[in-house]
Structures are given as C-alpha cells and as structure tokens.
Nanobody, 119 residues
Framework: QVQLVESGGGLVQAGGSLRLSCVASGMFVEINTMGWYRQGPGLQRDLVAT??????TNYIDSVKGRFTISRDAYNTIDLQMNTLRPEDTGVYYC??????????????WGQGTQVTVSA
C-alpha cells in the first residue's frame, strides 16, 4: 500500500511564506509526474504546479514567480510559497503518478493540508 502524507500547512498573513512537503511511503517502483493541487472554499480542486521526472516544471499563471515546486530523486515533493495572498487559501493536495510492482501506473493523492492566508 502507498500513502502520501503532506505537511507544512497553516495560517499566515498576506505577504508571508509557507513550505509544503509531501512524502510517499510504501512499496513502489517508480514515480513519474508529481504535482500540487488546491481546493478553495466552495471551489473545485485545481492544479497549482507540476514537476516531471526530469525536473520540468509547470505553474498556473497566478502563482508564477511566487511558488516553487521541487522534488528529490525518490519520494518527496515540496512547494515553497512566497508572497502569499488571501486567494491562495485552500486545502492543498499532493499528487503522484506512481507505479507499484505488478500494477499499472495510477495517480495517488495525499489527504490534504490546510493553508489559510489572512488579509
């Protein structure tokens, strides 16, 4: 069984910073794309940023220049969030495209971590 566990959420004032981390545990063979998504109050879950196995990154326009996604070579993904805005508030989820032995590739999700940015 694979589990993704996020950490680092919290309450911060506008203009502040937070760093989110997500670690995959359990038995797996390989991880391809990793990403961060968020779900604001009353909204659907949307993409924030992704990073491929080769390090290629992709960001939504509203976080470019403020957020930085990174990963290690094995099982961890981070999201450094600077100059936070109230509209960044939401539950942040990590996602990994992962392969377990004898199983096809599939997406795995963390449980979510709350980020609240006060004005």
């Amino acid at each position: 069984q694979v589990q993704l566990v996020e950490s680092g959420g919290g309450l911060v004032q506008a203009g502040g910073s937070l760093r989110l981390s997500c670690v995959a545990s359990g038995m797996f063979v390989e991880i391809n794309t990793m990403g961060w998504y968020r779900q604001g109050p009353g909204l659907q879950r949307d993409l924030v940023a992704t990073i491929g196995s080769g390090g290629t990154t992709n960001y939504i326009d509203s976080v470019k220049g403020r957020f930085t996604i990174s990963r290690d070579a094995y099982n961890t993904i981070d999201l450094q969030m600077n100059t936070l805005r109230p509209e960044d508030t939401g539950v942040y989820y990590c996602e990994m495209e992962l392969k377990r032995p004898y199983e096809p590739w599939r997406d795995y999700w963390g449980q979510g971590t709350q980020v609240t940015v006060s004005a």
